[in-house]
Each structure stands twice: as structure tokens, then as C-alpha cells.
């Protein structure tokens, strides 16, 4: 029922050696050599690569199938924009969203541990994200509107994710 789609996800989003990175002291832009935000970004890159795409089955009903191609669209749209964004052509906040959005799709449809995996690795991007906020609002790169966002949803998935694992201690 369920694939994992490293090959189609490598190709999907693309190489990260040619990623813009930035200085997490400076927050300048690097002319090159790997720094932590490009770390952080092959981070992201890996989870993204590890989600499972959801296929669909001949049972399946038609809400079956308009849940898992709403989540395989969310997933596809947050790698197309983490792609964007770590070449410098799509803003923080139009990744942020697809990241929520894949979270609120996936809920309905993942089994109830892979739920909690991906909130879990979400969190974690989230987190990767709102450090490259930090370190690019540090160089004058974004606004600190665009670091609150970014705190926002960080603490948004971790608070999901505490409240799932505390519904299902109950």
C-alpha cells in the first residue's frame, strides 16, 4: 500500500551541491564550502526523500482516493518549494505552508504510528527551517516576520505532535 520514493524524490528535487547556503555566523550568503545551513538543508532533503507517497488501490473509496492524492499533492508541492527556496526563488513562507498543509493531509490517511512519524520529522524540518531563518534574517536576507513565521509553525507541529502522543497515552 505504501512505497517509498527515493528515486523519483531524488530526481523530483534535485541535486543540493548547487543550493545557495549561508553563513550561520555572518548570515551572508557563502561563496562556498559546506556550512550548516547546507547540513541543514541535505537534512530536509533526506526526510522529504524518506515520506511515503500513497498509492492507490482498486478498493480504495472514492474519499480513500481524494485523501492520498491530497497528501501525494501536498508532499510533491513541499519538495517543489524546499527546492525553490534553497535556490533562492520562493520565500520561507511558501514553504512553511506546504509543510503545515502536508501535515493536516497526512492525518486522515497515514496509519496512526506513521502519523506520529511524520509529525515527528516535521518538527524537524520545521526546525531546520526556522534556524535558516534566523541565520538569513541575520544578514538582512528575510524579515523578522518571516523568523516569527517560521517559529510559529516550528511550535505549531511540536505542539500536534505532543498532543497526539499524549491522546494515545490516554
Given at each position: 500500500?505504501?512505497?517509498?520514493?527515493?528515486?523519483?524524490?531524488?530526481?523530483?528535487?534535485?541535486?543540493?551541491?548547487?543550493?545557495?547556503?549561508?553563513?550561520?555566523?555572518?548570515?551572508?550568503?557563502?561563496?562556498?564550502?559546506?556550512?550548516?545551513?547546507?547540513?541543514?538543508?541535505?537534512?530536509?532533503?533526506?526526510?522529504?526523500?524518506?515520506?511515503?507517497?500513497?498509492?492507490?488501490?482498486?478498493?480504495?473509496?472514492?474519499?480513500t482516493r481524494a485523501r492520498k492524492e491530497r497528501y501525494n499533492a501536498a508532499l510533491g508541492q513541499l519538495m517543489?518549494?524546499?527546492?525553490?527556496?534553497?535556490?533562492?526563488?520562493?520565500?520561507?513562507?511558501?514553504?512553511?505552508?506546504?509543510?503545515?498543509?502536508?501535515?493536516?493531509?497526512?492525518?486522515?490517511?497515514l496509519e496512526r504510528e506513521d502519523y506520529l512519524r511524520l509529525l515527528s520529522e516535521s518538527v524537524r524540518v520545521?526546525?531546520?527551517?526556522?534556524?535558516?531563518?534566523?541565520?538569513?534574517?541575520?544578514?538582512?536576507?528575510?524579515?523578522?516576520?518571516?523568523?516569527?513565521?517560521?517559529?510559529?509553525?516550528?511550535?505549531?507541529?511540536?505542539?500536534?505532535?505532543?498532543?497526539?502522543?499524549?491522546?494515545?497515552?490516554?
Open positions: 500500500m505504501r512505497w517509498i520514493a527515493a528515486l523519483a524524490l531524488v530526481l523530483a528535487v534535485g541535486a543540493i551541491n548547487n543550493s545557495q547556503s549561508w553563513d550561520d555566523n555572518s548570515g551572508k550568503p557563502t561563496e562556498g564550502g559546506a556550512s550548516a545551513t547546507a547540513r541543514r538543508n541535505a537534512e530536509i532533503q533526506e526526510t522529504l526523500i524518506d515520506l511515503a507517497v500513497q498509492t492507490f488501490a482498486e478498493s480504495d473509496a472514492p474519499l517543489n518549494q524546499h527546492q525553490l527556496f534553497k535556490t533562492g526563488t520562493a520565500s520561507l513562507g511558501s514553504t512553511l505552508e506546504p509543510l503545515d498543509r502536508l501535515v493536516r493531509a497526512g492525518e486522515p490517511v520545521a526546525k531546520t527551517l526556522e534556524a535558516q531563518a534566523k541565520a538569513m534574517h541575520k544578514g538582512g536576507i528575510v524579515a523578522m516576520a518571516d523568523v516569527h513565521d517560521a517559529t510559529f509553525v516550528r511550535a505549531d507541529l511540536e505542539a500536534r505532535l505532543l498532543e497526539a502522543q499524549a491522546a494515545d497515552k490516554k
